[in-house]
Every structure is written in C-alpha cells, then in structure tokens.
C-alpha cells in the first residue's frame, strides 16, 4: 500500500537545482505536518525541512537553511522540496513524510507515520 511517492530527484553538479514532489493518499485531511527526510550511503536518516499543513509556517535544519524551500500546494495534496545551490554533501535518497501528531518544529522521525520510497537526488563536484 503506497501512501506517498516522491518524484523529482535526480542528477546535478554542485551548485545545481533539483524541486522534489510528494503526493498520495498518505496526505490527508488529518496530516499536521509533512516533511522531508534524508539518507546519505551509510549514514543516518534526518530531517531536512518540514511544514505544518494548517497554517504553512516552514522549518529547516540548520545545513539547508537558505538552500531549500518546503512548501505545499493543499488543493493537488503536494509537497515540494525546491533545493537550490546544491553540495555533495546534499546527496542522499530524500524521503517524503506525514505526521498526524504535530510538533513540526523538532523533525522527529518516529512522529511520521507515513512515508513515501524515496527519491534519489546526486550531486557531483
């Protein structure tokens, strides 16, 4: 059963641009926050960016902060990720999440309860 599907990923060199979508039935009238996460090779997963659905206030980690937008387009249940100048260490398979809780702010994985496959973005130097 897929809840959500990213779409947008890809290839670029450093200092590139990439916007990632997410969409699904994962997404829904009860979601607080949507979010996007991230996992490098052999690294943890963390948080990128998240967005609480209600009123739209936006929260970033610190390391893309200025970089990239979350924003969300409630009528087509999408969330994009636009991710501008773009470094090697942003490399990952990103991950699209909902949440039902709330707390958007902190970015904690396990309040996700829905979570698309991931989409794969590279960044070359």
């Known amino acids: 059963q897929v809840q959500l599907v990213e779409s947008g990923g890809g290839s670029v060199q450093a200092g590139g641009s990439l916007r990632l979508s997410c969409t699904g039935s994962?997404?829904?009238?009860?979601?607080?926050?949507m979010a996007w996460f991230r996992q490098g090779l052999g690294k943890e997963r963390e948080g990128v960016a998240s967005i609480g659905t209600a009123v739209g206030n936006t929260y970033y980690a610190d390391s893309v902060k200025g970089r990239f937008t979350i924003s969300q387009d409630k009528a087509r249940k999408t969330v994009y990720l636009q991710m501008n100048s773009l470094k090697p260490e942003d490399a990952a398979m990103y991950y699209c999440?909902?949440?039902?809780?709330?707390?958007?702010?902190?970015?904690?994985?396990?309040?996700?309860?829905?979570w698309g496959q991931g989409t794969q973005v590279t960044v070359s130097s």
């Open positions: 994962g997404f829904t009238h009860s979601t607080v926050c």
């Open positions: 999440a909902a949440s039902d809780i709330g707390g958007c702010l902190y970015l904690r994985e396990n309040d996700y309860k829905k």
